[in-house]
Every structure is written in C-alpha cells, then in structure tokens.
C-alpha cells in the first residue's frame, strides 16, 4: 500500500488526466447524463481521498474510517446513477477505469522488476475490486429502495378514494388484492370517511381479476373497518364468475351488501339518504 500511495501521490495529475480519458473512451460513459465538468469532479474527488485514505492509513481496508470520505463519494456516485437509469456495469467501470491507469503507469515504474510488479498489480487489483464492489453494493440498494418507494406511491394512486355524493364514496380497485395493500386501502377509505363524514362506502371490485378466500377475507377487514368509523359498505362489481367462485369457495360475506355494478350500488346508496335521480 506504501508504493500504491507514493505512486499516486507522485503521478496524480497524470493518472488522473489519463483515468478520465479511459472512462470518457469506455463503453460505459455516458455522455447525455454525465457532464464532462461533472465526471472531472468525481474523478478528483475519488482520487484524492484514495490518496489521503493511503497515505493516512497505509490499508486496503475500505471499511477503515480513513477510508470514509472514499465510501461517500462512491455511495452518492452509486446513488445518482441508479436514479438516473445507469446499469450497475456502468456504474462499477468508472472505478474499474482506474484500475487500467494504474496498470499502465505501474508497468512504467516497476517494469525491470517482475516481482515487485506484480505484486502492486496484486494490491491495486485487491483495492479497486473491493471499491467496485462497493459501488455495486450501494446501487443495489438504492434501486430497491427506488422500486419499493415506486410499488407504494403506485399502491396508493391505484387506490383512490372519490366522492360520488355527499356522504357517498365510493373505492375503485384494480388489480390484486394483498395484505400490504390492503393496508393502505383500508387507511386511504378511513381517511375518506372522516375527512368527508361519509355514512356510506361503495367498494368496486370491477378491476379486481379474481377473488379467492385470502381476497375476500381483505374486502371483509375492510369493511369492518369503516363500520368501526360509522359507514356502512356495499361492494359492487361482483360479476358472475367471481358470484361463483365465491359460492365454491363457500366464502361467507356475512350482512355485507353486494351489487353487480357501481350504477346499482350508488342508486342503494341515494335510497338509503332517502333520495333519488329523476329526469328532467
């Protein structure tokens, strides 16, 4: 790590000037979204605190706290990029482009020497792998945090709570029904119902593919739920194959009120407020 350090801290300029070439030449440079100002910043700041963690610490250890500073530049790197749409290969060969640098200014400098060649080819292999790696670690990350934030903003707009009528709401779904989105379709309706002071709740199981036990166990929590709060529920949308597999599955929907379509529910709605639709 000595020579690693003393070889960077002698040839920065160079390496550098040379580190940025190779990533903007390689295949996973991306001219459209990275900035040549932006790529030259990185790449400074990265080889600086490589420097200083080398010169300060004297060890390959990336989790050492010298090693800090180079763990924050990666990680907003890794960050940036896995928003912005970046695989992780291209992300990983911008440190990976360094590697190519050193290389070729170690053979420079240790090239009468095989030994002592081949064992910085060996510590600085080690290094960057550990720091490619890392960067990988952390884009793996924020991608699944990107695609959990995404299923529940998706989770709540998939589950809109409309006033049909004053008093009257009615809860579209579409799609499947399961335990975390039940969650939020039972908050969203709970919601709606105080902020509205709403007595009745039409919940629409149209866009609903099928309903097995587990489904109609979830539209039953439901229901319940808004009872607790003073609405009464009706579900509409129950279509003939679904009337079936409900009876075949000898799923009990209680007092629950049901209709075949929104228009039926929300005209038993009007009823129940002792009101109606006339045509002019």
């Not at 690693?4 to 030449?25: G, K, Q, T």
């Not at 990029?81 to 050193?102: C, D, H, N």
């Not at 007092?255 to 228009?263: E, F, G, P, R």
Request: charged share 20%; proline share 3%; aromatic share 4%.
């Amino acid at each position: 790590m000595s020579r690693l350090a003393e070889l960077i801290d002698n040839h920065y300029n160079e390496l550098l000037s040379e580190w940025i070439r190779l990533e903007r030449e390689g295949a996973g440079h991306r001219r459209d979204r990275v900035p040549e100002p932006q790529l030259r910043t990185t790449a400074q700041q990265l080889l600086t605190g490589i420097r200083e963690a080398l010169l300060g610490g004297q060890s390959g250890d990336v989790s050492r706290p010298e090693w800090a500073q180079v763990r924050e530049i990666l990680g907003e790197l890794s960050r940036d990029r896995a928003i912005q749409g970046f695989t992780p290969t291209e992300t990983a060969s911008f440190v990976y482009s360094l590697k190519q640098a050193l290389f070729t200014l170690l053979g420079r400098e240790h090239g009468r020497d095989a030994r002592v060649l081949m064992e910085e080819i060996w510590t600085t292999t080690l290094l960057l792998d550990k720091l490619g790696l890392y960067t990988t670690e952390v884009y793996q990350r924020s991608r699944e945090e990107v695609i959990s934030r995404q299923q529940v903003e998706m989770m709540e707009l998939s589950t809109p709570v409309v006033e049909l009528w004053h008093g009257i709401l009615a809860l579209p779904l579409i799609g499947t029904l399961d335990s975390s989105r039940t969650q939020v379709v039972m908050q969203n309706l709970l919601e709606a119902i105080v902020a509205k002071g709403a007595t009745i709740a039409i919940i629409d199981i149209t866009g609903v593919p099928t309903v097995d036990t587990l489904v109609a166990q979830h539209l039953l929590k439901t229901v319940a739920a808004a009872r607790l709060m003073g609405a009464e529920c009706i579900i509409s949308g129950i279509r003939p194959q679904i009337a079936q597999t409900i009876i075949h599955l000898g799923v009990d929907l209680g007092n629950v009120i049901t209709k075949a379509t929104l228009a039926d529910a929300f005209q038993l709605s009007l009823r129940k407020q002792s009101m109606t639709i006339v045509k002019q």
